[in-house]
Structures are given as structure tokens and as C-alpha cells.
């Protein structure tokens, strides 16, 4: 009996095969050139110089301010915008400075706020002249979402802003028990900022940026938010474009509560600054001014979500954390207007602490990073083309499917100019009340309806016809990889930090070509492991304010206000584009767009419109018909 010989091992693949199309060893070396990026933004590593300490010791008054914001906060407990309460809380600020010689100017302006309809606001400005036109602000919003009492939000910054304007009250003024409190006239003016509308979007804050007199004359503002909880004081800095205060502003506030507490302060995280500069967005009042140029931080010792109604009352406020932020504040004050050069207006980067990386360099590491894809599919492309790989087919799919989600993107936009949507400002509405519960059930499922018109329109072009064969997966795939390629040069041109949410997709999906033969789990795996950045993205709104589930509710909802830039929606419906036919591919439902021969007649709009009008009897005859005349 002859001798069974033993099974051959499966050999892999050879390099360039249908199975492996991927040039994995040109994807390995083009990462080589990304190492000068990285060395370029190591030396772009700088240490921002603060301003020198200021020559007096502050003389804040911590119990006083605590008083104040206790009265704030239990005598107008509801301060929501455009109620008879928040006209109290108005007269009651004026009268708080009007013992030290203030006379408050009011800018009175409406704003569309979510929730609230049009309501009428005011900014209340108490300003201390100095020998210079230009200005330093001070600034707390002294509404709340009417929750609670909102002692700490923002009842403490309104009273430190009063105490410390009580610092720079005119000459001649009598302070509360006869004592004087007149001091030299400061060098720079000084803007004592009371905001409306802060809890809803900074309106207040964005419509001085905008439009008040004194916005030119502005070298740096000091936001002063919810300063008197337990927590560690933080900073906040970031905008609603891509930018970010002078770093020596920044530092010096730093250092100035650094003195005062003992400890550095908090800060977004690397992560969390290159996600808000790739999605700027923030709560916080320093946030339009530093989109208009104008160096902007915030002080706050609470967390990114706004405190709860049990948790914002009277009795939770610190006196110590009051203290020593209003004492850090007063400090930052008189350091700036010490008259010493501030550099002015705002750039791109990620601060460390004491140390900043470039934004250009962080950008320059991000862009480099595309090389290593580019050059992987460009390979991939000319191997289709030396193959004579139908690829396109494949873009003319991709074609109706963007033709699809730019459908759904116009129905959408639609139902925001039609107000349909939640309507307002374009400022980030407030986190509390924010969901599906938030939006009209009636326009979720007309946009879903008429997003399945839309797919029946398109459909006829896409549902496969027969077998698919493997030189038409991997065109497929091809025409997918080129789309998200050219999606991702558009980010470049938009806003080069948004390539962090695009670039982990790019370069994991890259390989799906690659895992064809592999289980369902592991084309499964490498499919899903590629929603990263959008996911992180939405994780980042969900766990850093508290939405959970209802973060990507809140993110479409800063689109159809206005507040997220319309070029990010659009691009990001060409991602989904691409994203929709390597889903098809995975799941085995791809087909490349039919020839003349496969696909009949009449076009998509047509074969659907007939479908829905014309009877089945009738169709049958008329096919039938048709049949017989083309025999």
C-alpha cells in the first residue's frame, strides 16, 4: 500500500497578488520620512514667558465676595435671560459699584436662544479709565439656566468681578464703612464685563467680541467662571475656530494661581486640545474672543458640564478656592497693566504646562502622516491599471453614494432653514435639556422618509446583478480608498487639526483589501476598529460634558444652528461615502455600477417613479412588449 505524502502548508501569498495588493513594505518606508516632521515639532517645543509678578500684594477680599454671591444667589435665584429675575440681578450689579463711582453702560442687544425664543439681553460695563485707550476685561456672565440658585455659576464670578472692580474705584469714591479706596489711575483702561446669555452659548461675551465699541482697544481678557467649588483650578483656552490665546497670557495666569494655591492648574489634556482644535468648540466665554484674535482665558475650579441644582447652592460654595482665584485674578490684573509688551493675538498650540508644541509643527506631523497612505493606494491604483482592473466602475459607485448623503445633508439643512430643527444663535445651546428628546419626532421621520426615497432612487445602480468577481472587490475597494484619500486632502485645505478623527480610519482600512480572504470577524474588526475618530470625537462630548448616548443629538445640533463650520458636514458626507462602500465590501453586498447592458433604460429616477405610478399589470405588458420587439 503506498504511502500517503504528507498535506502541503498553505503558503502566503506573494506580494502584489489579488490577495495581497497592499505594498506593505512602501507603506513601512514612507513612515521613514515622517521622522523630520517629528523632529522639526521637537524643536518647535518653547517655553512661554510670563509676565513679571506684580509690585503690590493683592488685596482681595474673599469674605466679601463670598457675601456677594451669596445675595446674588438667593435673591435672584432664577437669572435666565430675558425673565423679570435676571432685570434684578441686572440693577442689583449697578448698584453693588455705583458706592465706588462706577457708572455701568449697558449694551442691549436680542438673541435668538434655544428654548427661550427671541429674548432681549444686556451687557453691563463698568470701566475704570486709564492713560491708555487700550483695555484689559474682566468678565463674568451672571445668568444661569434657572436649574438652581447658580451660587457657583456663575454667582461667584459676578461677585469677584465686584470686588475687584472695587479695587479701581475713582478717586474721591467712599468705600462701605467711609474707608478710601481710591487707587492710582492703572495704565491700561480696565473693562469690568458683567455677560448675559452666558449659560447659553457665551451670547453675551460673543456679541462684545462682535460688536461693542471698545472690542478693537482689547489686548487680553480674564473670564472669570464658577471659581468657587472644591475642585482644582483649571484653564480654559480654547476657541470656536482653530486657535489659541497668546501663550505668555496663558502662563501667566498659570503662574499667578500657581503662587496663590501652590499647585499648577488643570488643563485639557494633549488629547483634548487637538480634539478641540480639530472640533473647536467650548462652553466657556473666552471662546469667540480668541476666534476674533483677541488673547482670552478662563478661570474655573468646576468641570466641564455645569453643576446640578443640589450641587450649585449657597452653602457648597469655598471660600478658600474663592479666595485664592480671586486673589490670582487681581494679580493677573495688575501684571498686565504693569505696562510690560503682552504679545498679541492668538496662534495654534498644544500647551503642556510650561512648555507649548507649535501648532504649525503639530500640523506638519499630521499632514506627514498622510504620506505613508497616499503612497500605499497611489501603488495600489497603478497595480489595478498595469492589471486593467475595472476601478471605474467602482468611483461611479462611490458616486451615487455620495449622491445619496449629499441628498440627505441638503434634506437636512432643509428642515434647519425650514425650523424644523431646534432653532437659535449660532453659539453651542446649553447642555442641560440637549437630546432626541430635544428634537421633533415629526422631523426625525420625515428626514428618515425622505433619506429611503433617496436610497430607492439610488439603489437601482448599487444592488448587486450577479457574481461579484475578486478583480471587482478589489477595484472596489481602490475606488473607496481614493475617494477617502481625496476626503482627506480636503480636511487639509479646511482645517489640517481635523485630520486626527480622519487618519486612523484611513490608515486601518487601508488593509481591508488585504484581510478579503480572512474570517467575517476579522474584515468585521478592521471595519469597526476604523470608526476611531469619529468616535472619539463623539466619546469626547459624551464623557467630557456628561451627554452619554445624546452627544451625537448635541453635535447635530451645533451643525443645524450654525455653530460647526458647514465644510466639516460636507466633507464628512463624502467620509461616509467612502466609509458605505467598504461596509458593502465586507458584508459581501458590493456591486460595481452596471455597464449599458446590465442596467435598463429609463434612469434611477425614472425606474422609481414608474414603480410607484405606474400598476404592475401595466409594467408586465409593457415589459413583455418590449421583450418581444428587442427579439
Same mark, same amino acid.
Given at each position: ?7 502541503? +502548508? =498553505? ?51 474673599? /469674605? ?12 435672584? *435665584? ?11 440681578? $441686572? ?54 439656566? #434657572? ?8 454667582? @461667584? ?22 474707608? @478710601? ?16 446669555? &452666558? ?10 467680541? !462682535? ?24 484653564? $480654559?483656552?480654547? #476657541? ?47 471662546? *469667540? ?13 468646576? &468641570? ?21 482665584? &480671586?486673589?490670582? !485674578? ?8 504693569? #505696562? ?13 504646562? *510650561? ?27 497603478? %497595480? ?16 451615487? %453614494? ?5 441628498? @440627505? ?54 444592488? *448587486? ?5 475578486? +478583480? ?12 477617502? &484619500? ?102 459581501? =453586498? ?7 447592458? $446590465?442596467?435598463?433604460?429609463? #434612469? ?13 399589470? !401595466?409594467? %408586465?405588458?409593457?415589459? /413583455? ?7
Amino acid at each position: 500500500m503506498a504511502a500517503v505524502p504528507p498535506p502541503r +502548508e =498553505r503558503r502566503r501569498p506573494r506580494r502584489g497578488s489579488l490577495q495581497r495588493p497592499v505594498n506593505g513594505r512602501l507603506y513601512r518606508g514612507t513612515w521613514l520620512l515622517v521622522a523630520l516632521p517629528l523632529l522639526l515639532a521637537a524643536f518647535s517645543v518653547a517655553r512661554p514667558t510670563p509676565l513679571p509678578p506684580p509690585n503690590l500684594p493683592p488685596a482681595f477680599d474673599r /469674605t466679601a465676595a463670598l457675601e456677594l454671591a451669596t445675595e446674588l444667589a438667593q435673591s435672584y *435665584p432664577n437669572r435666565v435671560p430675558g425673565t423679570a429675575t435676571a432685570l434684578g440681578a $441686572e440693577r442689583w450689579f449697578s448698584e453693588q459699584l455705583s458706592p465706588y463711582g462706577f457708572t455701568t453702560q449697558a449694551e442691549r442687544f436680542r438673541a435668538d436662544v434655544p428654548g427661550l425664543g427671541k429674548v432681549p439681553l444686556v451687557n453691563l460695563l463698568a470701566i475704570a479709565p486709564g492713560r491708555s485707550q487700550r483695555a484689559i476685561v474682566v468678565m463674568a456672565h451672571r445668568d444661569n439656566a #434657572g436649574a438652581g440658585p447658580g451660587a457657583n455659576d456663575n454667582a @461667584s464670578g459676578t461677585a469677584a468681578l465686584v470686588e475687584l472692580a472695587r479695587a479701581y474705584a475713582n478717586p474721591g469714591a467712599t468705600a462701605t464703612g467711609g474707608a @478710601s479706596r481710591a487707587r492710582v489711575q492703572p495704565i491700561f483702561t480696565i473693562i469690568f464685563l458683567s455677560t448675559d446669555g &452666558g449659560a447659553y452659548g457665551n451670547l453675551g461675551a460673543a456679541h462684545f467680541a !462682535a460688536h461693542s465699541p471698545y472690542r478693537d482697544g482689547v489686548i487680553a481678557v480674564l473670564d472669570l467662571d464658577s471659581i468657587a467649588s472644591t475642585g482644582a483650578p483649571r484653564l $480654559e483656552f480654547a #476657541g470656536d475656530t482653530p486657535r489659541s490665546p497668546a501663550a505668555s497670557l496663558v502662563e501667566t495666569v498659570a503662574a499667578q494661581i500657581q503662587q496663590e494655591t501652590g499647585h499648577q492648574p488643570e488643563r485639557p489634556s494633549a488629547l483634548r486640545q487637538l480634539i478641540d482644535l480639530g472640533f473647536p468648540f467650548s462652553l466657556y466665554g473666552q471662546a *469667540p474672543f480668541v476666534a476674533r484674535g483677541i488673547p482670552a482665558v478662563t478661570v474655573t475650579s468646576a &468641570g466641564d458640564r455645569p453643576p446640578d441644582a443640589f450641587s450649585d447652592t449657597p452653602l457648597r460654595l469655598d471660600l478658600l478656592r474663592l479666595g485664592q482665584l &480671586g486673589r490670582s !485674578a487681581q494679580n493677573v490684573l495688575d501684571a498686565l497693566d504693569q #505696562g510690560l509688551d503682552l504679545a498679541q493675538g492668538t496662534s495654534s498650540y498644544v500647551y503642556l504646562g *510650561p512648555r507649548i508644541i507649535r501648532g504649525w509643527a503639530v500640523e506638519l506631523v499630521l499632514i506627514a502622516a498622510l504620506l505613508p497612505y497616499f503612497a500605499a493606494v497611489v501603488d495600489l491604483f497603478a %497595480r489595478c491599471r498595469r492589471r486593467r482592473l475595472p476601478v471605474a466602475p467602482a468611483l461611479r459607485s462611490y458616486r451615487s %453614494r455620495l449622491g445619496f448623503w449629499l441628498w @440627505s445633508g441638503a434634506v437636512f439643512f432643509l428642515f434647519a432653514v425650514l425650523g424644523v430643527w431646534p432653532q437659535g444663535a449660532p453659539r453651542p445651546p446649553a447642555i442641560a435639556g440637549t437630546g432626541v428628546q430635544h428634537w421633533p419626532a415629526a422631523g426625525i421621520l420625515g428626514l428618515v422618509a425622505l433619506m429611503i426615497v433617496g436610497w430607492f432612487v439610488s439603489r437601482d445602480r448599487l444592488l *448587486p446583478r450577479r457574481t461579484v468577481r475578486i +478583480e471587482e472587490e478589489l477595484a472596489g475597494h481602490t475606488g473607496a480608498l481614493l475617494a477617502l &484619500g481625496v476626503a482627506a486632502l480636503l480636511v487639509v485645505a479646511t482645517n489640517p487639526f481635523a485630520l486626527v478623527f480622519v487618519l486612523p480610519a484611513l490608515h486601518i482600512w487601508l488593509w481591508l483589501p488585504q484581510v478579503r480572504a480572512q474570517p467575517a470577524w476579522i474584515r468585521l474588526a478592521v471595519l469597526l476598529a476604523g470608526f476611531a475618530g469619529p468616535l472619539l470625537l463623539l466619546w469626547s462630548f459624551g464623557a467630557r460634558y456628561g451627554l452619554g448616548l445624546e452627544a451625537p443629538w448635541y453635535v447635530a445640533e451645533l451643525f443645524a444652528l450654525g455653530y460647526a463650520p458647514f465644510p466639516a458636514f460636507v466633507i464628512g458626507l463624502g467620509f461616509l461615502a467612502g466609509a458605505a462602500q467598504l461596509v458593502v465590501l465586507v458584508v459581501g =453586498r458590493y456591486a460595481p455600477y452596471p455597464d449599458a447592458l $446590465e442596467r435598463g433604460r429609463r #434612469g434611477p429616477i425614472r425606474s422609481v417613479l414608474r414603480r410607484l405610478l405606474v400598476p404592475a399589470q !401595466a409594467r %408586465r405588458a409593457s415589459e /413583455t412588449e418590449r421583450s418581444a420587439l428587442e427579439s
